[in-house]
């Protein structure tokens, strides 16, 4: 954990600017019990009665220009969803004036391996991941607005705008997200079985629609209204040294909930 500091700011004690914060190689396992045991939760639980007091505001501020991340490899297992995912390789860097209550961020974040396994079925295996998001970040009212950015599985690219406001507990969002490329074989990349073995040299061919969106709040007991659609129209795919092909893959689905 390396981090620059101004030290300038530091003795005058208002506001401390961070100028960097470099975390490289974390490994980070979090596990969930069966029973909702977590193993993150190490507080000791005081029998002793609590007195509360109202604390005045403070003046203090602490701003941050730049937040690098290399090299993390991050393990969730969830026992009471069954769930595993595993992140190895996460790099992610933020950079932007965190001391404005208005700024810029740019963010860039790449894994090289997802794996994510729930109930048996792996929905992700070997998955490489990249995102590219600048963000509008209105920090005194905690919105952030994305702006004209690219999220990549594998080779299905996706583009994302709209903004996520998180002003109390509770998450309110206006999202939209749609298939940069419109070719079917960037949606059997998903496929881990397919696109795991010598995938470059699969021949394809078909058209795609894949579009979405999220709207509204999302809190512990209420989700945001959402929808997805995917159309696969007269698609197929050819291994090299297989003899018959697979074609005629028709896909007409279509996911709408209205009131969240």
């Known amino acids: 954990l390396t981090l620059r500091v101004d030290i300038m700011s530091v003795i005058s004690g208002s506001e401390i600017n961070v100028k960097t914060i470099n975390i490289s190689n974390p490994t980070i396992n979090a596990i969930v019990l069966a029973d ?79 794996n994510l396994k729930m109930d048996g079925v792996n929905y992700m295996k070997n998955a490489r991941i990249e995102a590219k998001a600048d963000i509008d970040a209105d920090l005194k009212n905690s919105k952030y607005t994305f702006k004209e950015n690219e999220f990549t599985i594998n080779e299905l690219i996706l583009g994302l705008d709209g903004w996520v406001a998180m002003p109390t507990d509770d998450i309110d969002m206006d999202i939209k997200f749609n298939s940069k490329k419109t ?54 795919f050819k291994y090299p040294d297989v003899p018959k092909e697979v074609n005629n893959i028709q896909v007409d689905l279509r996911i709408n909930n209205a009131d969240g």
Do not use: C, Q
């Open 36 to 114: 909702s045991t977590a193993n993150w939760d190490i507080m000791k639980v005081s029998a002793e009665d609590t007195v509360t007091t109202v604390e005045e505001p403070s003046n203090f501020k602490l701003g941050l220009k730049d937040l690098t991340i290399t090299n993390a490899r991050i393990v969730y297992k969830d026992e009471t969803m069954n769930l595993l995912t595993e992140i190895i390789g996460l790099n992610f860097n933020l950079s932007g004036d965190m001391t404005a209550d208005f700024t810029a961020l740019k963010t860039l974040t790449t894994i090289d391996t997802l």
């Open 183 to 236: 070719d079917f074989k960037n949606i059997l990349s998903l496929v881990p079985a397919v696109y795991m073995t010598d995938f470059k040299s699969v021949k394809t061919a078909g058209k795609l629609v894949l579009d979405g969106f999220a709207k509204g709040i999302y809190a512990e007991n209420k989700l945001p209204a959402f929808a997805l659609k995917l159309i696969i129209e007269n698609a197929m």
